[in-house]
């Protein structure tokens, strides 16, 4: 069995760990004119690597997201599998819980106030008065959502197919996005970026969340219309965003939301793809393919995710 491991950047680590993971392999990072593999292991790789592999079974993608596969022409007979959690799902849960936090306990005006001297109490807020909208309820966002629930926060979710999740009223299809979104004062995006996602967050929806609304987004940068943003946070539309993901990373250097003072920015970086866990998860993925198993977390290429 030959797997090969095609990365923009540091192959040589997973090729080390896969090839222990798999004796029996032969594990190779790839170069172009290397013989044909039987599986790869990839983060947005060039359709030139995709032509130069006619035998793939499975494409393992080491991220959760595959918007990036999905813009390549991919044999129908190769497999597209997903990471599935591989401990990304406890990280987005401390990541929207702190934003959250931080938010409704307006930590950020205390820091302020700290620096500046100054020992003021800010009222108390209700808990009732900021519930939390999470777009996505797989994975990621089920576990994002139980985590916020613990906090007592009042939780809504909103999925393509129904969900039943304790502690979560649950909306499913297009047509419940605008009772959703009516019920949400604090949006948490956890979609995949596909045809029917992209540009989700706009004026019109998120003018639709009550009053001093606030965005955290950590799933695509597309899923946002960048241009709807500052307009609806200077009119005072929204109250925030906490935004991790942007139309092009790294944020270039003048992009207006740098500067905003409502806007905190991180790098992509909200959920890290951990070496360890998802070598010993596609190790696993592979053996159980080998042998003829079904295995989790595999794309439907016709949803996009
Ligand atoms: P899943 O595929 O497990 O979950 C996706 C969820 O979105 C499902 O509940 C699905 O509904 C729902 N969904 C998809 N399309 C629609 C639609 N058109 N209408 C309504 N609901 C829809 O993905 P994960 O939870 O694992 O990951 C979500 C995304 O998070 C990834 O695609 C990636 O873009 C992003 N991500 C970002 C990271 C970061 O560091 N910023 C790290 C990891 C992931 P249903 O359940 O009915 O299928
Ligand atoms: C992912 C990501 O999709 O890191 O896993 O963005």
Redesign the pocket.
Known sequence: MRITVCLPEKPEPWVQGLQQALPEAEVLAWEPGQPAADYAVVWAPPQSFIDAQPRLQALFNI?????ALMQLSIPASTRIV????AG??V??AEYVCHALIRHFREFDVYEAEARAGRWVYRKPRERADFPVGI????????RVAKAVAQFEFPVLG??????EIEGVRAY???AR?GDFLVGTRVLVN?????D??RGILNKTTLSALQPGGYLIN???GGHLVEDDLIPLLDSGKLAGATL??FETEPLPAAHPFWQHPKISITP??????LRRESIAQIAGKITALARGEAVAGVVDPE?G?
């Open positions: 991220g959760a997201g595959v918007d997903r990471l599935d959690d990304m799902s990280q987005m777009l996505g309820l797989g994975v990621l966002g089920e909103w999925s393509r197919s129904r969900k499913a299809g297009e996005l956890l979609l995949p970026l596909t029917a996602t950590i799933a695509r991790d993901v992509h970086g909200s959920a890290r793809t949803r995710y």
